[in-house]
């Protein structure tokens, strides 16, 4: 059935033109039509008397002034604060206004849309969420299960809420609660570090202070990696987040002249899952995007579509690590069934990588209708002046700015859609030589000298895992705790390194291959007593090259800077880079190159 009505709750004028239309999509979705049938839970989800399971979602359209493409943005924990790939679009405060900064997806022509597509989400101006269908029992009441969450605290906490708390500016999350506090079969453990081994935590010392929160004598303690098992009666069917998005995008796809998703971190993901289960594919079986943009989700899913699944967790070895990661093993098996495989670009960070899994996303040769692309020296979290500081690590935070890089790259993908010019190669590390293992860079980074008052991260404590399942029946989204190794470890490959330990491999911009300093897609935390060196989820690093050392490379700012430009002409002509973005780049060179020499000069 699909969307049956989507009704308008406010519209304005926005900027250029165009208009910010705020509506309210109501879905009905069959449980028996064979587009649905991977979104776990669905029949068991309360129905209507036709059959059919209704549940509203959030859409928020800006529209442009004139025909033209369909820019759907997946909203990264409902988020709608910001155009996509704009400069000067800074906070994830969430207030009903949209960012533009420089406009850049406005003056491309593109109308933007985000729906909501996640249950436990905190409803508010500048969200989106959805009002998921709840799975029930075969007696007709909550379905109750096993729910796990995993959490490392940044600093000591008495109590935990069972929600995600990765970033509390962005909202507060809905708890999966907990069905019976005094549940003895409850299960708490913890490690020092992630790799490390598993104590469990006594249940006298621990309880739940009430259904949303637990507590533990002595309270969490800061940077130990913890994980709860736990009973639960609610479970949401999030798949339906799935069907949410396709089908509104297929309930408007008529008005425009092509449709584009983008996804970024946590949406990327979503992106991946969404063409892994739904084979981007309406109940009609009309293609749903003909071109999608994953952006840092490395070869990860998400808690998604999954029994007991909390979206907005990053929960360590869970469904977000499951096969198939890579088109060569299945990732498009489905949409490749139905005839409906969009044009796919994947872009990642050096934390992708290093985390163990972006380089089982790409498959070697190439699949022609995918490209992948590592951005050389970049980090996830992006440039965010004084969030990394602010954590228990060892290094500034990176300032690789990859907005240009990813710009560039939505324009392939646009023009790859529109009129079949095909992007650049692909550009990520491979067995060929241009990737390496992390111990073998880690060995070449110790052999560096502006590196060596660092303590470098440990082997075994790096983020990453082999691929892992969840017991018999987690295809189906269903999961039986602990998790269970279900072959032996992929080999991960990061980018080959040069002298001054940056990236070979990958998109290099100037700030990487005309350098003021070593870029890092990951941070080692600050050392403790006994316990391995490990890197800081998500966030990268920088050191300085020592000014001396500067001088006698550059010798002066205009040296460098006319080599900073050059390199960015040739991203241009080979399309790596817009002409339009060039100036930005050497006009933040200058910036560091003031600030590198100048206090030393």
């Not at 241009?434 to 111990?439: A, E, K, L, Q, T």
Request: with cysteine.
């Amino acid at each position: 059935m699909a969307v049956e009505s989507l009704r308008t709750v406010a519209s304005a004028p926005y900027q250029d033109g165009y208009e910010h239309v705020v509506a309210v999509a109501t879905v009905a979705l069959d449980p028996a039509d064979p587009a649905n049938a991977a979104i776990v839970d669905l029949p068991r989800a309360r129905r209507d008397r036709d059959g059919l399971v209704r549940f509203e979602t959030d859409v928020v359209l800006l529209r442009a002034p004139r025909p033209g493409g369909l820019l759907h943005v997946v909203a990264n924990r409902g988020l709608v604060t910001g155009l996509p790939y704009s400069a000067g679009v800074a906070g994830v405060v969430p207030s009903g206004r949209i960012a533009a900064g420089d406009g850049w997806v406005l003056r491309r022509g593109l109308s933007v849309l985000w729906v909501g597509w996640q249950w436990d989400i905190e409803r508010r101006p500048g969200t989106v969420g959805l009002d998921a269908p709840e799975a029930l029992g075969d007696d007709g009441e909550p379905l109750r299960g096993q729910a796990r969450l995993g959490f490392q605290p940044v600093a000591g906490q008495a109590r935990r809420r069972l929600a995600d708390e990765v970033l509390p500016i962005m909202g507060q999350f809905q708890a999966l609660a907990a069905a019976d506090p005094g549940d003895p079969a409850a299960r708490l453990t913890e490690r020092d570090w992630f790799n490390g081994p598993s104590r469990t935590i006594p249940r006298d010392r621990w309880r739940f202070a009430d259904p949303e929160h637990v507590e533990l004598d002595g309270g969490f303690v800061a940077r130990r990696h913890y994980e709860l098992t736990y009973a639960t009666s609610r479970c949401p069917v999030a798949g339906a987040g799935l069907a949410a998005v396709r089908d509104v995008v297929a309930h408007l796809r008529d008005e425009f002249t092509h449709t584009l998703a983008f996804g970024v971190s946590q949406s990327g993901r979503w992106l991946r899952q969404f063409v892994r289960d739904t084979g981007n594919a309406a109940e009609d079986g009309a293609r749903a995007f003909d071109g999608i943009h994953c952006h840092i989700a490395g070869g990860r899913v998400g808690e998604f579509n999954n029994r007991y699944a909390q979206p907005s967790t990053m929960n360590p070895l869970g469904f977000a690590h499951l096969p198939p990661f890579s088109p060569a093993d299945g990732l498009l098996d489905r949409a490749r069934e139905r005839g409906t495989v969009p044009k796919l670009v994947f872009t990642n960070t050096a934390t992708e990588y290093w985390r163990g899994d972006a380089s089982l996303g790409h498959p070697d040769p190439d699949d022609p209708g995918c490209r992948w692309y590592l951005y050389a020296g970049t980090h996830h979290v992006g440039v965010m002046p004084g969030y990394v500081e602010a954590l228990p690590v060892q290094l500034a935070g990176n300032l690789v700015d990859a907005t240009g890089l990813t710009r560039a790259h939505a324009a392939a993908l646009d023009e790859w859609v529109r009129d079949g010019t095909e992007p650049p190669s692909s550009a990520v590390p491979r067995p060929d030589g241009s990737g390496i293992s992390r111990d073998e860079a880690l060995k070449k980074l110790r052999a560096v000298p502006w590196l060596q008052g660092i303590t470098l991260p440990d082997g075994e404590a790096l983020l990453g895992m082999p691929p892992i399942s969840l017991g018999p029946d987690a295809t189906r989204g269903v999961a039986r705790y602990p998790a269970v190794a279900l072959g032996p470890a992929r080999p991960c490959l990061v980018s080959d390194l040069d002298d001054d330990g940056n990236e070979l491999a990958g998109i290099r911009l100037p700030h990487v291959s005309v350098p003021l300093d070593v870029s890092f897609g990951w941070n080692p935390e600050q050392p403790r007593d006994a316990v391995p060196v490990e890197t800081w989820n998500l966030a990268g690093g920088r050191t300085v090259l020592p000014a001396a050392e500067i001088l006698r490379r550059y010798g002066d700012a205009e040296t460098f800077l006319a080599r900073v430009r050059a390199d960015a002409d040739s991203l241009v002509a080979a399309r790596h880079l817009l002409a339009e973005d060039v100036d930005a780049v050497v006009a933040a060179a200058r910036r560091r190159w003031a600030a590198a020499v100048r206090p030393s000069s």
